[in-house]
């Protein structure tokens, strides 16, 4: 962010807003309650954790616009966490309508199997996406067995290491593909690739050693999974074969939405006291209210019920709601249209300059401003298309509910914010900090987006390396000379492994992460505490093979 702020609050070096260093104590509040507040006071934080997040995000608007006179920095911040929530929410509930059955025992091999699949779907959707949509199936496939380091490693390998490969697969990547990063850099460079594979395999071990370990108590509760019979939908989800016989059949039948002769929908229902009726789907139950909206929904849906309730049967997986993929694929097709011609020439018009003019920014940047918020919405629109088109069969089979979503909104609301300050602290004293080599790049820049959001850390350090040889991160000439150069390429790698593989930190070190722990969490798998996962996980597991990633693929 090339900013001009007109107040006298201004770095001389870079022009921009240079707040006090006691701003960093609203983000250093909010990291401190989300570790500890659900342990110290849990009633309390369950019900106002919501209120305190936007309690402290005030405290730093309002030290913005009185003291800085920066409205132009919000603003930024602002059209940041719109698109990230937009694009997290947007893929969490079009990943709730699709229901993927693996139909293999609980076992390493499968555990392994599917963090490896998620690996490399990551590159391909995004690691939010990958998260997403991997994550119940993940669930339902160790249900009654999971521990809380299948959780945290499902978290390190589908949420964080393995979008490395593309500018698709975690949104620093996609940030520096809009500064100029080609497209391909990533996934032909073999310090990157090989970085990617080592951590991989490291991690897929790791579930291995755990398990291993734990083998004695996993196979104790396989028995007891064994010997409890099953309730609903709570034991072991399925989606009935075509061919199944006639028995299982009413089974289905009795826990899925049907249809009627004539093709439209009808579902089980119990009357109600409050004039509502409730639609039973297994052990889930959905309130639904039999007015104007319900009515138009149905006339809708009424169309396209062959496409909704088209699923695939293989072998070992069977999928509910796949027309739910082409959904994603326009999420994915929009994310990609950010660097796009609409942009540029949107640059070019009046309003841009003038916009640019009065906020201090350039034109390019005014441009992008105000198309962030046109593919946000559209991301927002293509979810509620998601919704009233859902296979109901699916979104009671995955037990959607929308908490997490609720939860990590306004979490991240609190911290988008409050990590504003220290964002702008860092970049105005970049060259004082003393980071040269490619290996400080790699540290610094994985140390901050262990705490902050790693793609705003990205960028300030991609800024920071670049301005070491007089280059801008601003212009994309500069940008693709850092990619091609041999000197200036290690830092390139430096900044790009750094800021993606050390979002896997913390929980709050990548926006996935605190999505799947909210969904383990109402799925009532157990997650380790937020120091618990640290001390646990990241320092044991991550920290020796990042040692090796910096030594062995990040120059010196």
């Known amino acids: 962010y090339q900013r001009r702020v007109h107040g006298s609050f201004v770095s001389k070096k870079t022009g921009m807003a240079n707040p006090s260093v006691g701003m960093v104590a609203p983000f250093i509040v909010q990291l401190l309650l989300i570790a500890i507040a659900p342990f110290v006071i849990p009633t309390f934080w369950a019900k106002h954790y919501h209120h305190v997040s936007m309690l402290l995000a005030l405290i730093v608007v309002i030290y913005y616009l009185a003291a800085l006179h920066d409205g132009p920095r919000l603003l930024s911040t602002l059209s940041d966490y719109v698109s990230f929530v937009c694009l997290i929410g947007s893929l969490f509930c079009i990943s709730g309508g699709i229901f993927l059955d693996f139909k293999f025992p609980p076992s390493t091999k499968a555990s392994i199997g599917l963090l490896a699949f998620g690996a490399v779907l990551a590159n391909f959707i995004g690691t939010t996406g990958a998260s997403m949509l991997l994550v119940r199936p993940y669930i339902n496939l160790l249900r009654g067995l999971m521990r809380p380091y299948h959780v945290v490693l499902f978290i390190f390998v589908v949420s964080n290491v393995g979008g490395v490969l593309t500018p698709l697969g975690d949104p620093p990547l996609f940030l520096g593909y809009i500064k100029g990063?080609?497209?391909?850099?990533?996934?032909?460079?073999?310090?990157?690739?090989?970085?990617?594979?080592?951590?991989?395999?490291?991690?897929?071990?790791?579930?291995?050693?755990?398990?291993?370990?734990?083998?004695?108590?996993?196979?104790?509760?396989?028995?007891?999974?064994?010997?409890?019979?099953?309730?609903?939908?709570?034991?072991?989800?399925?989606?009935p074969n075509t061919e199944t016989d006639d028995s299982d059949r009413k089974i289905a039948e009795s826990t899925t939405e049907a249809s009627t002769e004539e093709g439209e929908e009808v579902s089980l229902v119990q009357p109600s006291t409050t004039g509502e009726e409730?639609?039973?789907?297994?052990?889930?139950?959905?309130?639904?209210?039999?007015?104007?909206?319900?009515?138009?929904?149905?006339?809708?849906?009424?169309?396209?019920?062959?496409?909704?309730?088209?699923?695939?049967?293989?072998?070992?997986?069977?999928?509910?709601?796949?027309?739910?993929?082409?959904?994603?694929?326009?999420?994915?097709?929009?994310?990609?249209?950010?660097?796009?011609?609409?942009?540029?020439?949107?640059?070019?018009?009046?309003?841009?300059?003038?916009?640019?003019?009065?906020?201090?920014?350039?034109?390019?940047?005014?441009?992008?401003f105000a198309m962030s918020?046109?593919?946000?919405?559209?991301?927002?629109?293509?979810?509620?298309?998601?919704?009233?088109?859902?296979?109901?069969?699916?979104?009671?089979?995955?037990?959607?509910?929308?908490?997490?979503?609720?939860?990590?909104?306004?979490?991240?609301?609190?911290?988008?914010?409050?990590?504003?300050?220290?964002?702008?602290?860092?970049?105005?004293?970049?060259?004082?900090?003393?980071?040269?080599?490619?290996?400080?790049?790699?540290?610094?820049?994985?140390?901050?987006?262990?705490?902050?959001?790693?793609?705003?850390?990205?960028?300030?350090?991609?800024?920071?390396?670049?301005?070491?040889?007089?280059?801008?991160?601003?212009?994309?000439?500069?940008?693709?000379?850092?990619?091609?150069?041999?000197?200036?390429?290690?830092?390139?790698?430096?900044?790009?492994?750094?800021?993606?593989?050390?979002?896997?930190?913390?929980?709050?070190?990548?926006?996935?992460?605190?999505?799947?722990?909210?969904?383990?969490?109402?799925?009532?798998?157990?997650?380790?505490?937020?120091?618990?996962?640290?001390?646990?996980?990241?320092?044991?597991?991550?920290?020796?093979?990042?040692?090796i990633v910096g030594f062995a693929f990040v120059q010196l």
């Open 278 to 368: 409730t639609v039973s789907v297994g052990a889930v139950a959905v309130a639904t209210d039999k007015g104007v909206l319900h009515d138009l929904r149905i006339i809708l849906r009424r169309p396209f019920l062959s496409i909704i309730h088209y699923r695939i049967d293989f072998e070992h997986v069977h999928i509910a709601g796949v027309h739910n993929f082409f959904w994603l694929a326009i999420i994915v097709m929009l994310v990609l249209l950010q660097e796009s011609s609409a942009v540029t020439r949107l640059s070019s018009t009046t309003w841009a300059v003038n916009t640019g003019d009065n906020l201090g920014w350039s034109a390019q940047e005014a441009a992008s």
């Open 181 to 239: 990063v080609p497209f391909f850099w990533l996934v032909s460079t073999w310090n990157i690739i090989c970085a990617w594979l080592l951590t991989v395999a490291w991690l897929c071990s790791a579930l291995y050693i755990f398990d291993y370990l734990n083998a004695k108590n996993l196979a104790q509760a396989k028995v007891d999974l064994e010997m409890t019979p099953p309730e609903g939908d709570v034991a072991r989800i399925t989606i």
């Open 373 to 547: 918020f046109v593919f946000a919405g559209a991301m927002v629109a293509t979810a509620l298309l998601s919704v009233l088109f859902a296979n109901e069969e699916a979104i009671a089979a995955n037990e959607v509910s929308y908490a997490p979503l609720e939860e990590v909104a306004f979490l991240f609301l609190g911290i988008f914010a409050t990590m504003t300050p220290p964002l702008d602290i860092l970049t105005n004293n970049a060259s004082q900090i003393g980071f040269k080599s490619p290996l400080s790049f790699y540290w610094g820049s994985g140390a901050l987006s262990s705490v902050l959001d790693n793609a705003p850390a990205y960028v300030n350090f991609l800024a920071a390396s670049m301005g070491l040889e007089g280059l801008d991160v601003e212009r994309s000439t500069d940008v693709l000379q850092m990619s091609d150069d041999p000197r200036l390429k290690p830092y390139l790698i430096a900044v790009s492994l750094g800021s993606v593989f050390f979002g896997a930190c913390t929980y709050i070190g990548n926006g996935p992460n605190m999505m799947v722990k909210s969904i383990c969490m109402a799925r009532g798998a157990p997650c380790p505490s937020f120091f618990e996962y640290v001390y646990k996980y990241t320092l044991p597991v991550l920290m020796p093979i990042y040692l």
